[in-house]
């Protein structure tokens, strides 16, 4: 009775992890929401004649995903969010300025088929990030909008067979031109990792 209650428990835990599984097929779209922090990789170029990086802090805010597969595991996924706020900061310590942005990225996806509740993925695309609402006490800051690679990986777990949580990492290659009172003080150079967790719905 003991080896058959062994068995049946093993059976059901195997069940449980390999059912339902979030596949995509053909035709499919998801639509996703969740929150996502943009972290600036450290040393941020050299603004303003300084001999040392400026710094960009991070921020975290609500982030948004449509994907349509164009083939079965194959996905065209837009990632949309709400504006981001970061300070600059030059290497004296003094404030540079604040700034808004907005990074939506485009980007093919492929979704690895497995036989579990967890479906790994990765992709490439492209970025397009606009900054806003720029503000100073140094005078009149801009930062020029950026096009730029991004990489992308993450991993949803299937919670039902059209529901899944996901766990997604983002490389993106950002770099501004800034001015300050119509003269150039160099890039920034951000370059973030994006990390986001957010819940998938297969429609």
């Known amino acids: 009775m003991k080896r058959m209650t062994s068995t049946l428990a093993l ?10 599984a979030f596949a995509q097929s053909q035709g ?7 929150v ?8 941020n170029g050299l603004l303003a004649g300084e001999t040392s ?6 921020n975290t805010r609500p982030v948004f995903t449509a994907e349509y597969f164009i083939r079965d595991n194959i996905g065209i996924e837009l990632l949309a969010a709400t504006p981001f706020s970061h300070t600059v900061t030059l ?10 942005q907005l990074p939506p ?12 509740k967890f479906t790994p993925f990765f992709g490439v695309g492209i970025n397009y990030t606009t900054f ?5 006490a140094l005078g009149t800051l801009e930062l020029d909008d950026s096009w730029g690679l991004a990489l992308n990986a993450g991993v949803d777990y299937a919670v039902s067979d059209r529901g899944a949580v996901r766990f997604n990492v983002r490389w993106i290659d950002i770099d501004s031109d800034v001015t300050l009172n119509g003269s150039a003080i160099g890039k920034a150079e951000i ?10 719905h297969r429609f």
């Not at 499919?28 to 969740?34: A, F, P, Q």
């Not at 990086?53 to 991070?58: G, L, N, P, T, V």
């Open 11 to 20: 059976t059901a835990a195997l069940a449980a992890f390999s059912a339902p």
């Open 91 to 100: 290497a004296s310590g003094a404030t540079a300025g604040k700034v808004k």
């Open 36 to 43: 996502g922090n943009v972290n600036p990789k450290s040393g």
């Open 28 to 34: 499919d779209w998801t639509v996703g929401v969740g």
């Open 132 to 136: 806003f609402e720029e503000e100073s």
């Open 53 to 58: 990086d400026s710094s960009i802090d991070s």
């Open 191 to 200: 370059d973030p990792i994006v990390v986001s967790a957010s819940y998938v």
């Open 105 to 116: 990225t485009l980007s093919v996806n492929y979704h690895i088929p497995t036989n579990s």
